[in-house]
């Protein structure tokens, strides 16, 4: 991957970032959400690999590209329902959780009934911890982050039928960088993009 280029990205969103649900705090009073990555294909096989990911209702696709970190609308889970013969659990998967997640054709649909609403799309999700469940993801809004390959933010729709699958690059474990304290769920990073300083695996990562 091209570092430099990605860094840069990162480094121009700094300044953007407020304080979140998982935040670090700073002597400097900054705060840093974590930073997750993930390998998303689409369905036509195309690969997009991309970092400092987030979830966006939609309608607010274009905070990616202008206020990519913004607190009350940056989101790290998907809203996900299961099935049951008694009625509809629905969850904030949040993405330390995640493993990978399998769009499922819609024949091969987990349950009979479809949560009201619409919106959702069959899916297999993989977890951290090994288990594996079927259920639906919500698929309106966006993801998004700075694309790998090209180097600039990237806008992702969920649309059904749009993505084939979506692979953290993570096991649940994190990094953390002892200079700036940003936390990263990248098994991909071995440096802070930031500062360069070399990476601390922490929780067994
Ligand atoms: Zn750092």
Redesign the pocket.
């Known amino acids: 991957m091209n570092r430099n280029i990605l860094a840069a990205c990162l480094l121009a969103t700094i300044v953007l970032i407020p304080a979140g649900a998982q935040t670090v705090s700073f002597p400097d009073d900054i705060t840093y959400d974590p930073y997750f990555s993930a390998d998303i294909r689409d369905g036509a096989g195309n690969l997009f690999r991309v970092h400092n990911l987030s979830y966006r209702l939609p309608g607010e696709e274009a905070d990616f590209f202008i206020a990519p970190n913004r607190e009350d609308r940056a989101k790290y889970y998907f809203w996900v329902t299961r099935g049951s013969d008694a009625g509809l659990a629905t969850y904030a998967l949040d993405f330390r959780k995640i493993q990978a997640i399998r769009f499922l054709p819609e024949d091969d649909s987990p349950e009979d009934i479809l949560p009201d609403g619409g919106g959702y799309a069959p899916s297999e999700f993989t977890l951290t911890d090994g288990s594996v469940f079927t259920g639906w993801l919500k698929t309106e809004g966006f993801l998004g982050g700075v694309d790998e390959e090209f180097g600039v933010r990237v806008s992702l729709n969920l649309a059904y039928g749009t993505l084939s699958t979506i692979d953290f690059r993570h096991t649940g474990t994190y990094s953390r ?1 002892p ?2 304290g ?1 936390l990263f769920y990248d098994t991909g990073l071995e440096a ?1 993009p ?2 360069t ?1 070399p990476l601390l695996p922490q929780n067994g990562g």
């Open positions: 960088c200079f700036c940003a802070c930031f500062d300083t």
